[in-house]
């Protein structure tokens, strides 16, 4: 019985790609100059994964209004790699003037991959407006971020956060590498968020600008070059739309004279992500709630351009306990036909396990159609 459960959730072949929903706290990482992002990484199954594993909107809407919250989906990408989404937030008022936040976020698929850790303290002048500092600590201090933010909430169930990102504030000065930054990466943005107390809507913002970053690496021979822009919007009523822009440049040469130990060259990414859902309430105690998704990415590069573009008509029922969503992925060149089963187990009305096995129904007839597995779980105070 073990066997068969873990076998459930690494059989899943499609990469998933994600909206980023917290742009004040993403910003450049080690991690992200290791790996030009190209056209290498198009799959043309991952979107259809993604919608299908995205949490639902009725999570965001309790992540919104209530001050501790919990919730993650862990889900198998291939047999060697999961998909993580992960989010915890405690948020508490100190005094008339003082609030703490901590939050933590763990995002990995095949295009991000963050951790966050960030803690943050603010001054309220009055109800409306506040003053905050925030950042992240870690054992090797050349990660450390810091940042400040200005605050306006014109009421208490709408917040708006102009912030400054000051990425890897320490590495020149507390580095036990060799590599430095000639031209120091910050992120500058605005968000915004706001949510009805008693109904399930809500809507945010979000632009964000990660300044030109030149990034030097001796000992390796490269010098890595980025910069980042996104805009996104997520409006949820009686129905729920989601649209983001992200363009990316990046590139990695040799040092002047040198020849580099990794591999060199450059690429400019475009995409864009995009879905409209509308729920109607059928006669009986089931829900069904229709959608489409279109979604472009384009990708740059020396060596030539690559494109991939999508649109995917969803359609989904729903009763509380099951949930079924049926995926058709339409591409320039073939189709992809994806169904999803979910149950889910009510522990109380605040906590929530689901359990969802998908399915490729034209690998049905080719004897091979698990989809793969995704287990999402949430908890709040």
Same mark, same amino acid.
Request: aromatic share 20%.
């Given at each position: 019985?073990?066997?068969?459960?873990?076998?459930?959730?690494?059989?899943?072949?499609?990469?998933?790609?994600?909206?980023?929903?917290?742009?004040?706290?993403?910003?450049?990482?080690?991690?992200?100059?290791?790996?030009?992002?190209?056209?290498?990484?198009?799959?043309?199954?991952?979107?259809?994964?993604?919608?299908?594993?995205?949490?639902?909107?009725?999570?965001?809407?309790?992540?919104?209004?209530?001050?501790?919250?919990?919730?993650?989906?862990?889900?198998?990408?291939?047999?060697?790699?999961?998909?993580?989404?992960?989010?915890?937030?405690?948020?508490?008022?100190?005094?008339?003037?003082?609030?703490?936040? /901590?939050?933590?976020?763990?995002?990995?698929?095949?295009?991000?991959?963050?951790?966050?850790?960030?803690?943050?303290?603010?001054?309220?002048?009055?109800?409306?407006?506040?003053?905050?500092?925030?950042?992240?600590?870690?054992?090797?201090?050349?990660?450390?971020?810091?940042?400040?933010?200005? /605050?306006?909430?014109?009421?208490?169930?709408?917040?708006?956060?102009?912030?400054?990102?000051?990425?890897?504030?320490?590495?020149?000065?507390?580095?036990?590498?060799?590599?430095?930054?000639?031209?120091?990466?910050?992120?500058?943005?605005?968000?915004?968020?706001?949510?009805?107390?008693?109904?399930?809507?809500?809507?945010?913002?979000?632009?964000?600008?990660?300044?030109?970053?030149?990034?030097?690496?001796?000992?390796?021979?490269?010098?890595?070059?980025?910069?980042?822009?996104?805009?996104?919007?997520?409006?949820?009523?009686?129905?729920?739309?989601?649209?983001?822009?992200?363009?990316?440049?990046?590139?990695?040469?040799?040092?002047?004279?040198?020849?580099?130990?990794?591999?060199?060259?450059?690429?400019?990414?475009?995409?864009?992500?995009?879905?409209?859902?509308?729920?109607?309430?059928?006669?009986?105690?089931?829900?069904?709630?229709?959608?489409?998704?279109?979604?472009?990415?384009?990708?740059?590069?020396?060596?030539?351009?690559?494109?991939?573009?999508?649109?995917?008509?969803?359609?989904?029922?729903?009763?509380?306990?099951?949930?079924?969503?049926?995926?058709?992925?339409?591409?320039?060149?073939?189709?992809?036909?994806?169904?999803?089963?979910?149950?889910?187990?009510?522990?109380?009305?605040?906590?929530?396990?689901?359990?969802?096995?998908?399915?490729?129904?034209?690998?049905?007839?080719?004897?091979?159609?698990?989809?793969?597995?995704?287990?999402?779980?949430?908890?709040?105070?």
């Amino acid at each position: 019985m073990l066997k068969l459960f873990f076998s459930f959730f690494i059989t899943l072949q499609a990469h998933a790609i994600s909206f980023e929903s917290f742009s004040e706290f993403v910003s450049l990482t080690e991690d992200e100059q290791t790996l030009l992002e190209g056209s290498s990484s198009i799959d043309t199954k991952y979107s259809a994964a993604a919608l299908s594993y995205q949490k639902p909107s009725l999570w965001h809407w309790h992540w919104l209004k209530n001050s501790i919250f919990f919730d993650l989906s862990i889900g198998s990408i291939d047999g060697t790699h999961f998909l993580i989404d992960d989010r915890l937030k405690l948020y508490k008022k100190l005094n008339d003037s003082f609030e703490f936040r /901590f939050t933590y976020i763990q995002e990995q698929n095949i295009e991000t991959n963050y951790l966050i850790h960030n803690l943050e303290l603010i001054y309220w002048f009055n109800k409306a407006f506040g003053l905050g500092g925030f950042g992240e600590a870690f054992y090797n201090k050349r990660k450390n971020d810091a940042g400040l933010a200005l /605050f306006y909430k014109p009421h208490d169930a709408f917040e708006n956060k102009l912030f400054f990102t000051f990425v890897d504030i320490t590495r020149n000065d507390r580095n036990d590498m060799s590599d430095s930054f000639t031209q120091n990466p910050m992120a500058v943005g605005i968000v915004g968020r706001s949510y009805e107390k008693e109904r399930v809507e809500f809507f945010e913002y979000a632009l964000s600008f990660e300044m030109p970053t030149v990034w030097r690496f001796p000992n390796e021979n490269y010098e890595y070059k980025y910069f980042k822009k996104l805009a996104s919007l997520f409006y949820k009523t009686q129905f729920e739309a989601r649209l983001e822009f992200m363009q990316k440049y990046e590139s990695k040469y040799s040092l002047q004279g040198l020849t580099s130990t990794v591999s060199t060259g450059a690429v400019r990414t475009d995409r864009l992500l995009s879905y409209f859902r509308y729920p109607m309430a059928l006669k009986s105690t089931w829900n069904f709630t229709p959608g489409l998704a279109f979604n472009h990415r384009q990708w740059e590069e020396d060596a030539g351009g690559a494109s991939l573009t999508e649109i995917i008509p969803h359609f989904i029922f729903d009763n509380g306990f099951w949930n079924f969503e049926y995926d058709f992925t339409i591409h320039k060149k073939s189709s992809e036909h994806r169904l999803a089963t979910t149950y889910q187990i009510a522990f109380s009305e605040k906590s929530n396990l689901r359990i969802m096995a998908t399915w490729d129904l034209v690998g049905i007839f080719r004897n091979k159609p698990w989809g793969g597995g995704n287990a999402q779980f949430v908890v709040y105070f």
